[in-house]
């Protein structure tokens, strides 16, 4: 399972494969460990990871995780795909992008349009699933560089809004 998390205002691939009941193997970044996790109360996990056993603390809330262990404290977010797809710019022009390959099978607005947050600008399928990408803010399209039928790539621009106006 490909994830992205957010700590300290940076993103960073995650990649998780279980092997054998309670293990798995975790890829962040470029580096690999071999883990274990099992809950022992109130918050307090032991973690062995990589062979050496450690405490750990976690509260999760929502997509986002609160972690205490080897004497330091994080927070772990969660990336939506779909809300980094978007592109949440803010000031210049807006973009969003394909959160995942697949076909373009509507495009339900044109450049010129105004657009309110949440209307659905493209629908796309992958693996027989279709997603919509909304609007993320009101604004009007500034171009649409895919057709239906196009086949994307992950990151792939889809619809740009306008600037917005300060």
Known sequence: MKR???LH???HPVAL???NGRRATIRIGENEHEASLRAVGAGEHRLVLDGRSHRLWMVARGDTVYLHA????WELTLVDPLERAAG????GADTAA??????VVSVCVS???AVRKGQPLIVMESMKLETAITA???GTVEAVPVTVGATVERGSPLVSLAAEET
């Open 17 to 19: 494969a279980r092997s």
């Open 70 to 73: 080897f004497g330091r404290s």
């Open 88 to 91: 949440h710019g803010g000031g």
């Open 4 to 6: 992205e998390i957010r």
């Open 98 to 103: 394909a959160p995942m390959p697949g076909t």
């Open 136 to 138: 993320w803010r009101h």
């Open 111 to 113: 450049p010129g349009e």
């Open 9 to 11: 205002g940076e993103t």
